[in-house]
């Protein structure tokens, strides 16, 4: 199934004034199934701090000899990381790191100390370790990955994600993507792809307000669509705000306006208006306004961890579980907890028996 929406017509409301963008978000009303706002329950574990990229917006990446740099946690060190999370009901282990970390001589170091030549190898059975020696399940979000590592990442988890962020090559050269490879968008799109090959579950999303125009965010949210028409594995979208950040590159860029974020918002669920795909809009980077997104059709909330913070928005703490309940209630909603991999993939088409007899012991305790 196609959408029957045009890219004029996503341009529409992309364009829309403040007097017009009320009639498209009073649209996204009528295709809710229910009012039901979900959440994921999760530790952000960072791996490393280590990455190939240069984002002009990011407070991630760290050098080598930066002080408290992560350069790879050990095993030991995840693992009672993981623990920490299962006695705080996490279900979720979001496993994040630089994107071709080990193409850094520090890191190819440690992993050989550890007993490992590539990155991949590591990610690969701490997921195990993971699976094996807690209750948690599994999200690998880890930048580009070849077909042949995808399906090795497969075996180990629930669902993973990348960020297409935009489908527009012009951005790599703004500062935002001209010193980050791994940003450019046809190869994120054929990552995306493979995942889709490869039945993987998947979560991506577009960031705005970072010198985009608003063809390029209508086109990078058609790519999207396009993607989950063909494979039917894009489990929720997310609409990310760039926020300034003291000591990044573009400290001094202006974030997008919160009619931008509402147009965009509005348009991405009136784009998926037919499908069961999730609209994510993180409310630790919208915390003053998260309420008025739910009135434009988002859907989801996406991680929200009560032990660890986001380290990609190190500036942005989440809400506590009871406040995202209760402005979640108070705009009329009801705030449920989700599993990181959405129900309708869960079954053998999807994933492998370890991972849905794991699944099925948590649905039990639940």
């Known amino acids: 199934m196609t959408s029957n929406l045009t890219k004029e017509d996503i341009l529409r409301i992309l364009n829309a004034t403040d007097s017009e963008i009320n009639k498209y978000m009073s649209q996204t009303v009528k295709y809710r199934e229910n009012n039901l706002i979900t959440y994921s329950k999760n530790i952000f574990i ?14 991630f990446k760290k050098n080598p000899d930066d002080p408290d740099v992560i350069i790879l946690k050990t095993k030991e060190e995840v693992l009672e ?186 348009a991405a669920r009136l784009l998926f208006k037919d499908t069961d795909v999730s609209i994510q809009v993180p409310p630790n980077l919208n915390r003053d306004t998260a309420q008025v997104f739910l009135s434009c059709g988002a859907d989801d909330w996406g991680g929200v961890s009560p032990v660890s913070p986001d380290y990609v928005n190190i500036t942005s703490p989440w809400p506590g579980i009871d406040e995202l309940k209760s402005l979640t209630e108070d705009d009329g909603f009801e705030l449920i907890e989700r599993l990181c991999v959405y129900e309708k993939y869960v079954n053998k088409e999807w994933l492998n028996e370890t991972l849905l007899k794991k699944i099925s012991n948590l649905s039990e305790r639940q």
Request: proline share 5%; net charge negative.
């Open 81 to 266: 990381d993981l623990k920490e999370a299962e006695k705080y009901g996490c279900k979720e282990a979001l496993f994040t790191f630089g994107e071709d970390a080990d193409e850094e001589e520090a890191v190819r170091l440690k992993l050989a100390e550890y007993g490992y030549e590539k990155m991949i190898d590591y990610v690969v059975d701490i997921c195990q370790m993971t699976l094996d020696e807690t209750s948690l399940l599994p999200h690998t979000n880890g930048g580009n990955y070849s077909y042949e590592d995808l399906k090795k990442l497969k075996e180990v988890n629930a669902s993973m994600g990348l960020m297409l962020e935009n489908s527009s090559s012009r951005l790599m050269n703004l500062p935002a993507h001209n010193k980050s490879p791994g940003k450019d968008p046809k190869i994120r799109l054929k990552t995306i792809e493979n995942a889709g090959k490869l039945k993987i579950p998947y979560t991506t999303g577009i960031l705005i307000g970072i010198g985009e125009t608003h063809e390029e965010v209508a086109e990078s949210l058609f790519a999207i669509r396009d993607l989950y028409d063909k494979y039917g594995h894009i489990q929720e979208v997310i609409i990310q705000n760039f926020t300034p950040i003291p000591g990044i590159e573009m400290e001094d860029w202006p974030e997008p306006s919160f009619l931008d974020m509402i147009r965009t918002v509005t």
């Open 46 to 59: 960072p791996l490393t701090e280590i990455c190939k990229n240069d984002c002009g917006y990011c407070n």
